[in-house]
């Protein structure tokens, strides 16, 4: 058999390197190996980019579809202009806030005018993506979105990486801006909807072969599908090799690894992408700067929305913004407008494509710096001879600690780190250095960077902590706060890493087993003192059911569900801990639980209460109470809310008389990659919700299975594994 496949193969990659240069596009080899992950091998990136839009299409062709239906602003007309959007880029809270804002962008050809910002070659791979994706839209059967699909373009692609861009900022203040009128005072939003990530990587001086290890671990919504994770490996002989998770809908991978090298990301949800500037008004729709007025600028964006007989109507709604960026809202005699960092930035998928050429943990660090590209990302990069890198080169507002003290006019910036800057006066525009690629963003220099041959790790903290034995501090107070109180999440993993290093160095084993060890950090310290506050409350059962509780957020574990529900409660008190956090020990402060106070112990038994009510036992199965549902099948899911402090961080919708039925948000794809030798990465990997969204398919949810018990997929990356595991080969011209 093994050797059927490899004829099959060598005639197939025979194609490939039989085409003459000058024809296009080149034959596409696509090679489906277990879990229907796909191995795509092209002779250029046009090629490459239809293998892979072809192979994320026939998974996930509804949710790149629906991607495209919202970037083109056409919700309203699809699904009338109330309906609640589904998706990630905005928190708009309706289909035509979310219209009104995407068509004001492609009406100015916002993106188009960004376009000269990509490279060459990911120019090529967007355009055969697009024909991938088409190819198969004409193939396809009987598709859920079958009614409105249509033929995506370019320019959906471009679009929707502008707004995977603009997401944590401006994305998340769109009905301001899409409501935002001269005299109204709307509530103020955050636009910051955090998503969560871990990550770790270890270096030769800390793993057991002296070479490195990469852990990976994104969480996402599980419902969005413009932002679905989804695995490839995608290889242009002699010129890229890498394998690792993307977003359906856009070209080349997150995070992944090469031969030699292997990186994870995490979202930096301790930085401000963005600030606030507030003018003084002249009249109602022009502001002063510098004594002098301007004009605002209005536009008049018009999109259709359905009715209910099932009718078009035209909806048009003025917008405004000023030379800052859009109005949000008008208070007082002055209006605020909304500057995002990265609504200058179309770079992400060149940094994307250097990372995947990047052949050290080095090169990785300086492709980060080079084409300046992140949006909202730290990157931790390791490899085969054991370095480490660490870097923060995202988009960041350049916004110094004295420009700050200048020109803010928020007292509350030193703790949370939004800027609103006098806008009246242009010394307080944001300012640009000489490193950076765009005006108004600093530069690499100003940025986190960290190598080291030990550890990294990193759960949306900022960079303070990426190694307890060495704090990073200097940066600009907008780029992330230091000696502030890290997540329990983050306390867990520096936790875990060194009661390992205490046993041993890391394996991809003992890496694995730290993944899916489900601890709960929280748990850990203060399950006991909560056990004995339970008896002093006669609370009975419940007290049995917490102190046999072991800890752990796994699918057997029983007393979880009331802890859980108990500190739920509890953190809505501000004031729980007994020690309070100590900068000097930022992995073990703060702790010890006031159980004496009211609140505290009213929490326990309002949680005891609950479950009683619902008729769900005190001392119930954790996998009886959270779980999915996939083809009529109860899937249990171990791992718990990031609120625990557990590293496996999932969460699902609260139902008072089952409990968690559906995962929301939480662990996506995870890897974790070591390297035998040099050039010789073997990896595992799980993708919790499995490769395809279209319930028809085998691979709905035969990952999600894995994800239940543990389990991970091992990677074939090299051409002797491909073709021992490959079950369909598809050519595509």
């Known amino acids: 058999m093994l050797l059927r496949k490899s004829l099959i193969l060598t005639v197939a990659l025979g194609l490939i390197g039989a085409v003459p240069a000058t024809a296009s596009p080149a034959p596409t080899v696509i090679r489906y190996t277990e879990y229907g992950i796909p191995h795509i091998v092209a002779k250029d990136y046009e090629s490459l980019g239809y293998g892979q839009g072809y192979a994320a299409a026939r998974d996930n062709l509804c949710a790149i579809e629906e991607t495209a239906l919202t970037t083109s602003a056409s919700r309203s007309a699809q699904y009338g202009p109330d309906a609640v959007p589904i998706g990630m880029l905005t928190r708009a809270s309706t289909n035509l806030s979310s219209d009104l804002y995407f068509q004001r962008l492609n009406d ?3 993106v188009d005018g960004l376009l000269s910002q990509v490279d060459g070659d990911i120019r090529d791979a967007v355009r055969g993506y697009a024909n991938g994706v088409n190819k198969f839209l004409k193939e396809a059967t009987d598709p859920t979105c079958k009614a409105w699909a249509r033929p995506i373009t370019e320019i959906d692609i471009y679009r929707h990486q502008y707004a995977t861009s ?24 955050d636009p910051d909807f955090t998503i969560g990530s871990n990550a770790i990587a270890i270096g030769g001086a800390a793993s057991a072969n002296g070479r490195g290890i990469s852990l990976a671990n994104p969480h996402l919504p599980w419902q969005a599908g413009s932002m679905r994770m989804w695995q490839s490996q995608l290889t242009i002989p002699g010129k890229l090799n890498v394998m690792g998770v993307g977003m359906a809908g856009q070209p080349f991978l997150w995070m992944g690894h090469n031969e030699t090298a292997a990186w994870s990301g995490t979202a930096t949800d301790a930085t401000r992408t963005y600030t606030l500037f507030k003018v003084k008004l002249a009249s109602s729709t022009s502001y002063l700067v510098d004594g ?42 002055f209006a605020y407008a909304f500057a995002d960092a990265n609504a200058q930035n179309l770079r992400l998928t060149n940094t994307l494509a250097a990372l995947a050429k990047a052949k050290t943990a080095d090169a990785i660090i300086e492709a980060t710096r080079r084409t300046q590209g992140l949006p909202w990302m730290n990157i931790l990069a390791t490899d085969d001879h054991g370095k480490l890198g660490y870097t923060q080169t995202h988009s960041a507002p350049n916004v110094t600690d004295a420009k700050a003290a200048q020109c803010n006019t928020s007292a509350s910036f030193q703790r949370d780190g939004l800027a609103v800057l006098d806008g ?19 530069g690499p220099a100003n940025l986190p960077v960290l190598k080291r041959d030990d550890y990294f790790e990193n759960s949306n903290d900022s960079y303070w902590i990426m190694n307890p034995a060495q704090p990073l501090t200097g940066f600009a107070r907008i780029v992330g706060p230091v000696e502030t109180e890290r997540k329990a999440r983050t306390r867990d993993g520096f936790t875990e890493i060194a009661d390992q290093l205490a046993k041993a160095k890391f394996t991809g084993q003992s890496m694995r087993d730290l993944m899916f060890s489900n601890r709960n950090y929280i748990g850990e310290q203060v399950a006991g003192d909560t056990v004995k506050m339970c008896r002093e409350l006669a609370l009975g059962k419940a007290c049995d059911a917490l102190a046999a509780w072991d800890k752990r957020n796994d699918v057997d574990s029983r007393g979880v569900l009331l802890f859980d529900r108990f500190w739920d409660r509890a953190t809505d008190n501000a004031d729980i801990w007994q020690v309070p956090f100590d900068p000097k020990d930022p992995i073990n402060t703060p702790n010890t639980l006031k159980t004496g106070d009211p609140k505290i112990r009213q929490a326990l038994i309002d949680s005891v209460a609950e479950l009683n009510a619902g008729g769900i036992p005190l001392d119930a199965k954790w996998g009886d109470t959270q779980y999915v549902t996939r083809g009529g099948k109860r899937i249990p899911m171990s791992g718990g809310t990031a609120r625990l402090g557990v590293f496996n961080s999932i969460g699902g919708a609260w139902d008072p008389k089952r409990g968690y039925t559906e995962m929301v948000h939480g662990a996506t794809y995870l890897h974790v990659v070591t390297f035998a030798g040099p050039g010789r990465p073997e990896a595992s990997t799980v993708l919790a919700y499995s490769q395809s969204a279209d319930p028809r398919s085998p691979h709905y949810s035969d990952q999600t299975e894995l994800y239940s018990k543990k389990q991970w997929v091992k990677e074939r990356f090299s051409e002797r594994d491909i073709a021992a595991g490959t079950v369909e080969l598809k050519i595509l011209r």
């Open 108 to 110: 100015n050809k916002v």
């Open 424 to 442: 009246s006066r242009s010394d307080c525009a944001w300012g640009t250095d000489r490193d950076a690629l765009r005006p108004g963003v600093f």
């Open 166 to 189: 603009l997401a944590f900022g401006q994305g998340g203040e769109v009905d301001a801006i899409t409501g935002a009128q001269p005299g109204k005072a709307p509530e103020p939003v």
């Open 292 to 333: 002098r007025p301007e004009q605002m600028r209005r536009d008049d964006v018009t999109v259709s929305a359905r009715q209910p007989d099932g009718s078009l109507k035209q909806v048009t709604k003025p917008q405004w913004s000023t030379r800052y960026g859009p109005v949000t809202r008008w208070e007082d005699g």
